[in-house]
């Protein structure tokens, strides 16, 4: 297909530029030369040419041109030298560009970005350096080996997904239009799933999944005729919870082949919860939702964003993430919909304020006409108290319970929740507000730690300070033992003394923090300390409400365990912003929107925070339900 835009920038570039290849990365456009002086010399012709254009062009050497393998690996060792530790090199022959993996990133990539330039003038191959995580993570190597290994596949899709954002538009000239349907999350929390469309664009917002519920009222509603799965043309994951990724796998399972827009570390968590889910599934039901090898298409056909960086998806909607404060990576979503015909954005779930690892929700936008907010902790009741007596309460709560040499059974979200815990828990250890006792950690929190470790330029600006300056890593503490095995778990039961134990699922629906309760639930000494939203049914609601018996189903035999232990909830370790915060925000959004729809709480909050809203601030507001269909513009 000949693209206007390919023909423009032809038009753009001097005689000799030597152009043998023009190929999209999504809405990335890369020119390919055979002029190794113009390559090494563009002289700001590329600049002009982005500004001209405005879109994003970057000029590579042609594959053929690039230094051998072999010696180009010598000379990038060189180059680095031994302080940036231990080093892979991965060559991306298609690409001509090479992915070098550091332990130390910063030092590989030199003084404003010295060694990169002396290999890419030396060897022609464009460079990319990623970090080695600081804690080994399996997933991280796995995602990258995929990504590696197809490599060829990946450029063939990019430039396909560049055809469509550039290619003819479908309805060119007809007057324009957009409207957004609730498939899920709809007055609930789980299963938020959004349809966005507009006479040009069909774009998917979120598939999650209600890990609280059963049978079809699990998932959103994918069956009706609004929506063809293999007429979308992308799909924007806000953030890695199940609630908002855990059916994306079954979208490639029936035939989805386009894009996944959403942040690095979002990719990297929503695969490995994913592939958990896929297991905790099989146990429950006897049956797989979806494959391992649908979360590797998943991989595959992720592009990822950092946050603010300008994209176009589809002829006429452009993408833009934001930091949402509310798990790593995690973002809101901002889209540009037809030429400056109208801005909405969607927070995914956002916390506005700055948590002991995140910065808090961006609130400055270019433009902003509809805000459609989650309203999690949106009711006039929800008001949490500071994160500082929260974290008093919970130091007290070990505290007592060491003191009458029980266990601390916390059952957390794999992500958020969990490492905001083993921060707080590291610096009171550290500052001596608490005796040193181990804190043991499932696999599973531990996996995403690691994935934590992979991306620490994410974190607020304290905990990069540690990590860069101090280096010292919160996550790298000896007081934290992972915990791999079943047999590991039930000596952690059966012979250790006082010790807090962090397991999944935090709403104790399945997964070790169940296992862990078995066992732990008869002895008074021990406490349960509960820091997720609790969803309507779960264990940790049942147990919230006082009940004193719980029956469980182990095969053919129901086994009854008395409940003894002391139970607590702490709500302001969440990643979600209370009423106050919610509302706050609204003030201080920036531009003011004129609409605003509440989604992703119960009927009751969201309801409550749109009149609320309505009154403080005269607009428009919305609580829609499920299968609704609003129209935007
Ligand atoms: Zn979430």
């Known amino acids: 297909m ?64 690039c230094l051998e393998i072999e010696k180009a690996e010598t000379l990038i060792k060189k180059a ?21 993996e550091a332990e ?24 990319f350096v990623k970090r080695i995580p600081a804690i080994k993570s399996k997933i991280i190597e796995n995602i990258r080996q995929v990504l590696y290994a197809n490599d060829d596949y990946r450029k063939k899709f990019l430039h396909s997904v560049g055809e469509r954002i550039y290619g003819p538009k479908k309805r060119e000239g007809k007057k324009s239009w957009a409207r957004l349907t609730f498939l899920g999350g709809g007055r609930q929390v789980g299963r938020s799933s959004y349809l966005l469309q507009t006479q040009e664009s069909n774009i998917l917002l979120d598939a999650g999944i209600n890990v609280a519920a059963t049978g079809e009222d699990a998932y959103p509603h994918l069956d009706i005729s609004e ?40 990719r990297d968590i929503a695969a490995l919860l994913c592939l958990d889910l896929i297991s905790i599934n099989k146990n429950e039901t006897g049956k797989e939702l979806y494959s391992s090898s649908e979360v590797k298409e998943m991989v595959k056909h992720t592009i990822v964003l950092d946050y603010e960086e300008v994209t176009d998806i589809t002829p006429d ?25 109208h801005n909405f954005m969607y927070t995914g779930d956002m916390n506005y304020e700055t948590s002991n690892l995140l910065p808090s929700a961006a609130t400055r936008f270019p433009r902003l006409e509809t805000l459609m907010v989650e309203a999690t ?34 059952p957390v979200l794999g992500v958020g929740r969990s490492q905001e815990v083993m921060v707080i828990l590291e610096k009171a250890m550290r500052e001596g507000k608490l005796d040193q006792v181990p804190i043991f950690v499932q696999g599973m929190v531990w996996d995403v730690t690691a994935i934590h470790t992979t991306y620490p330029d994410f974190f607020n600006s304290r905990i990069k300070k540690e990590i860069f300056h101090k280096d010292s890593n919160p996550f790298l503490s000896d007081i934290f033992k992972r915990v791999g095995s079943h047999k590991e778990m039930m000596q952690i039961v059966d012979d250790h003394g006082p010790c807090v134990i962090m397991a999944t699922s935090g ?53 009854p365990v008395k409940v003894k232990l002391d139970i607590y909830s702490i709500h302001a370790f969440t990643g979600h912003s209370d009423r106050n915060q919610l509302m706050n925000y609204f003030r201080r959004a920036s531009p003011r929107p004129k609409r605003i729809i509440m989604v992703h709480g119960d009927s009751s909050k969201c309801l409550d ?10 607009i428009e507001t919305l609580a829609p339900k499920n299968l609704e269909t609003i129209r935007l513009v």
């Open 104 to 127: 130390k990133p910063g030092l590989a990539i030199g003084k404003s970005g010295e060694n990169l330039k002396a290999i890419k003038k030396n060897t022609l191959w464009i460079p």
């Open 2 to 65: 000949v693209v206007k835009i390919i023909e423009t920038i032809n038009g753009l570039l001097p005689s000799d530029a030597n152009i043998s290849q023009v190929a999209f990365e999504g809405a990335n456009i890369v020119l390919y030369t055979k002029n190794v002086d113009f390559f090494n010399n563009h002289n700001g012709i590329i600049k002009d040419i982005v500004k001209t254009i405005k879109k994003r062009v970057e000029l590579r050497a042609d594959p053929s041109l």
């Open 317 to 341: 909607v452009r993408l833009t993430l934001y930091n949402a404060g509310h798990i790593l990576g995690s973002a809101l979503c901002h889209l540009h919909i037809g030429n400056g015909l």
């Open 507 to 559: 709403m104790m629906t399945g997964g070790a923090s169940v296992e862990y309760f078995k066992h732990l639930a008869d002895d008074q000494r021990n406490s349960l300390v509960l820091t997720s939203y609790q969803g309507e049914g779960s264990l940790g609601r049942r147990l919230q409400q006082g009940e004193k018996e719980i029956l469980f189903q182990e095969g053919n035999r129901q086994l």
């Open 377 to 410: 902790y949106g009711g006039k009741d929800d008001i949490m108290s500071t994160r500082e007596d929260a974290e008093d309460y919970l130091v007290g709560i070990i505290k007592s319970t060491m003191a009458r040499g029980g266990k601390v059974l916390m």
């Open 227 to 266: 929506l063809k799965i293999n007429e979308l043309d992308a799909v924007i994951l806000s953030h890695a919870h199940l609630d908002h990724s855990g059916i994306l796998p079954l979208l490639f399972k029936y035939g989805y082949r386009g894009p996944i827009y959403c942040t690095a570390p979002t």
């Open 80 to 100: 680095i030298g031994k302080d940036a530790g231990k080093i892979n090199i991965i060559f991306d022959h298609q690409r001509a560009q090479v992915i070098i």
């Open 609 to 618: 925070l749109a009149s609320s809203v309505h009154k403080m601030m005269r």
